[in-house]
């Protein structure tokens, strides 16, 4: 996935509401705005605010399971991955924005796999260290909770939001391809020019939203977007697969979204921005060019052996990007470049030779594709995506970066203090009220929650905050609880399956959650292992009474309570996920 441009988501304790934008109007000097209904938040500003915070005394229980019938799996297991002490923290998307770097503008937690970025594919999760005591190297990652005593301005938001150009931003096919059949080139060279032309399209529709949110409008946009590009990607896979390789799986590359990047440019004053800048990048990740883009196509006897290298590839950078969060501390100031840069470039040097040997056999051998051998770690400016952007004359020069989260806090624009660790992570998979689990399949990816209720709509967002000991009510406000109590986060996964898709082309469809009042599944769809993450922190209570902790989110949200959200990828062995379904069925509790 790429930004091709700089850009400057059941159980609840009241009725879901969230703020949306619906004009911000500059006139004869003075800035309007105008918000609709709350989120717990009453204003434009969604800058943390006593009216955003709750007792939890006061939040109505609500919370009430269905009751189990004699069919139902009432058994639990658990899993033990750690409260991400290694300090594995990145602002990429791995699953709702697959290939964008910084995708998500704001950092996660990760427990489970080690080496997983917005880029890595299934191999790499699969040849993944992890967290987890029972080798489970499924990824779990939310984003993080962070005290900032600091005051922030009411008007800031509205500002920044005002001076901003709402945009596209799409996955870049074109680097996630497989090797393209000789046959096929021309084709899927003129299918990527058309989705090219189809996101350029929509930013220009973008530009009648200037200055505000308008989540009716990029819902239509990206709505239309989507079933084009649906269309243009299952033509590219079906290209490739008839001119005699195997039909590629893209459908998690469909899904586009709107981007308020820009705000992050005037949300914080010069001398904030030097502050944070000028510590050292506290986030390593490997950045290497790119190379499936840059190949021509690929002689049919070249094809097996040319993907079995770019696999190659992909599993060296995850593997460096898996030492940097091990090795983090361990040298001298040339560590990095010599115990990890340096023997990746050798690999590269050796697999991208390979690869333009197995061409060259049929060929005219590619020139030049060492070049692409070197790699930097977090090296910026350049494209969000990894590496160069693409030669084609028809997609534009990628612009510069959103700075890497720096310091010791990793701070980003909009998202500053203190991180806090959680004291408590724990994963349970449940069972369901009416019937038997089956596996959940390997490698599927599962949201819960909304990161941008306010610029998408609240159809997806989920209260989750409440405080250990309350266990029956949950809020979309930040709680405040009594003391010895801790701020928890309960996030419910989708526990139904389509019984087909990993993915799907909004990464929701192929998952839905059970009937709140029945605990039955959606017809079509069967019950699956149900994910619960629950993570607890040891807030001080005066830091909670004086709304001072909040959570990263996206700029346009600006830590809104009901934009948390979490994101897992299954990488548990199949045995291993039996396991779990046994369990379960049999009303037992395992770990």
Known sequence: ??????????????????????????????????????????????ATSPDQFVPIQKVRPGVRPPKPSAAGSTGRFTVDCGTNRIGKFSPDNPVAQPGIKNGAEHVHDFVGNRAITANSSNADLDASGTTCRNGD???????????????????????????????????????????????????????????????????????????????TLNNQILETLRVRRTTLIKDISATIADAGDNRPGLVSLVDCDVSYDGMHASMHGAAHTASITAGQVANPQVQCPTVRDKLP????????????????????????????????????PAFVDNAILGPLRAKRVAVLDRIATAIGRQAARPRDLEGLAACTVNQAPGDRATGTPPTSSSTPAAPAVLPEPQGPNLE?????????????????????????????????????????????????????????????RLSDRYPICPAGSRVQRVHDFPGCWDGRNIDSDNHRKHVAFADKVTGACPQGFRAIPQ?????????????????????????????????????????????????????????????
């Open 1 to 46: 996935m790429k930004r091709s441009k700089y850009r400057p988501s059941p159980l609840e304790s009241r009725p879901a509401r969230i703020a949306m934008a619906a004009a911000v109007l500059v006139a004869s000097g003075a800035l309007v705005v105008t918000f609709v209904s709350s989120g717990g938040k009453g204003t434009a500003d969604a």
């Open 137 to 215: 190297k499924s990824s779990y990652f939310w984003p993080v909770v962070r005290i900032d005593k600091t005051v922030r301005g009411n008007n800031r938001i509205q500002q920044a939001l005002a001076q901003t150009q709402p945009m596209i931003a799409c996955p870049s096919v074109r680097d996630r391809l497989p090797a393209v059949p000789v046959s096929a080139r021309n084709t899927v060279d003129r299918l990527l020019n058309d989705l090219d032309r189809l996101e350029a399209d929509a930013d220009e529709r973008m530009t009648a939203s200037y200055g505000r949110i308008d989540p």
């Open 297 to 332: 196509g690929v002689p049919d006897r070249a094809l097996s052996e040319v993907n079995r290298n770019l696999d190659e590839l992909d599993r060296q950078i995850s593997e460096a990007d898996e030492r940097l969060v091990t090795t983090r501390g361990q040298g001298g």
């Open 412 to 472: 980003l624009p909009g998202n500053t203090g203190g991180i806090v660790r959680p004291a408590k992570v724990l994963i349970e998979y449940r069972g369901n009220a009416t019937s038997k689990v089956v596996p959940m399949p390997k490698f599927l990816r599962a949201l819960t929650g909304d990161a941008k209720p306010t610029s998408r709509g609240p159809a997806n967002a989920r209260a989750a905050w409440t405080c250990s000991g309350f266990a029956d």
């Open 531 to 591: 994910l619960r993450i629950t993570i607890s922190y040891d807030l001080p209570r005066d830091v909670q009474l004086k709304g001072q902790y909040a959570l990263d989110s996206f700029p346009e949200e600006n830590h809104n309570p009901f934009s948390d959200h979490d994101d897992f990828i299954n990488v548990n062995s199949e045995r291993t996920m039996q396991r779990i379904a046994a369990c379960i069925n049999r009303g037992k509790n395992c770990s």
